[in-house]
């Protein structure tokens, strides 16, 4: 008889998550193409793991004490899973985030009970960035650690141990590539050090939105960025602390409007609903399946749930503003 699980601790929900073979995308690819079901975590994405072990880790290094306060810069959903780890260990969150992100995003947090600060979009390198921002905001406040996610290796660590491990079982060792594309590249890094630690065989690709500069680097050498993505969470233009090592065998680009496609058809025929990265994700996945040929099976990430963006890509009006195809389902409401 199958066992399902059962918990005596609400964080031990986080990580095991499913993995799902993606019917549309395995035809397209010719081959297996399995989706990590990351949206599946209790904050609705991919990040609860990262936020869990930054905690654990700044609690074991005595860092983090009873009572004490974590502060993070984020696109959003590392500052929900960190505001559901520490409401439940008793902690306080800040969270600084740009102001371009998802409403939805911005209303989670408020609704859990972390303070938001909200910062104008900016560089990396202007001092007001929003990691830079939280960085400071740790400095003053009294009992605070910054997780600094973007280059605190706890992050990849979340994914060696776990996201790796767990592919590598649920696909029986079986597998021959997976691809997925970068924020911290905590994912991407650590997923790729623990398949590479069972098998130097699997292909480890990245997979690029525009606008970041890592296709550049992996493919010449050079940081170097073109064009630019509406997507939330992903699109990076250094080599973060979490990226240093990472195993790199082949990178591909992928267009917003690629990803919106998956988007659409993971919605339409699969009954998926998810954020803009895991349709790019799978895009990148489609891509490699075809590379790898057709015995292949290839895994990637579907990082977030759509319901965090209501607002945005499943908004006709915003689609339109970004000269983006609009769903024609979305035009019938
Ligand atoms: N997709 C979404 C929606 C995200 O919020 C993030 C996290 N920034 C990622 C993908 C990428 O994850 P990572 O930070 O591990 O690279």
Same mark, same amino acid.
């Given at each position: 008889?199958?066992?399902?699980? &059962? ?65 993070? @810069? ?21 969270? &600084? ?82 691809? +997925? ?8 890094? @650590? ?37 630019s993505s509406v997507a939330e969470g992903i699109g ?17 680009? $992928? ?42 099976? $290839?895994?990637?990430?579907? +990082? ?21 195809? $609009? ?7």
């Amino acid at each position: 008889m199958m066992t399902l699980p &059962v918990r005596d601790n609400t964080l031990d929900l986080i990580g095991n998550t499913p993995l799902v073979l993606l019917k549309g995308p395995s035809e397209a690819a010719g081959c297996e193409i399995w989706g990590k079901c990351e949206f599946a975590n209790p904050g609705g994405s991919v990040k609860d793991r990262a936020a869990l072990w930054i905690v654990r880790d700044a609690e074991a290094r005595g860092e983090l004490k009873p009572g004490g306060t974590v502060v993070e @810069g984020t696109a959003g959903n590392t500052g929900i899973g960190l505001a559901l780890v520490c409401n439940a260990l008793g902690y306080r969150t800040i969270i &600084v985030m740009p102001d371009n992100q998802s409403k939805e995003k911005m209303d989670t947090l408020r609704a859990l009970g972390a303070e938001l600060v909200l910062v104008p979009p900016t560089k990396f390198a202007d001092c007001n960035h929003f990691v830079h921002t939280s960085r400071r905001l740790a400095e003053e406040t009294d009992g605070a650690v910054w997780a600094n996610q973007f280059d605190n290796t706890a992050n990849r660590k979340a994914h060696i141990e776990g996201t790796a491990e767990e592919i590598w079982q649920q696909m029986e060792g079986r597998i021959d590539g997976f691809t +997925c594309a970068v924020g911290t590249g905590g994912t991407f890094a @650590g997923i790729g050090l623990g398949l590479k630690s069972h098998s130097e065989d699997t292909t480890i690709a990245l997979t690029d939105p525009f606008g970041a500069a890592l296709y550049s680097y992996y493919a010449e050498g050079e940081l170097k960025s073109e064009g630019s993505s509406v997507a939330e969470g992903i699109g990076q233009g250094r080599i973060t602390g979490n990226l240093e090592g990472a195993p790199v065998d082949t990178q591909f680009r $992928v267009s917003d409007s690629e990803g919106l496609e998956w988007v659409a058809r993971l919605l339409r025929e699969e009954g998926l609903c998810l954020g803009l990265s895991s349709g790019i994700n799978v895009a990148g996945a489609v891509k490699l399946g075809k590379q790898l040929g057709p015995d292949a099976r $290839v895994a990637t990430i579907l +990082c977030d749930t759509g319901f965090r963006y209501l607002s945005t890509l499943y908004n006709a009006d915003w689609l339109r503003s970004k000269d983006l195809p $609009v769903f024609d389902w979305l035009d019938r409401a």
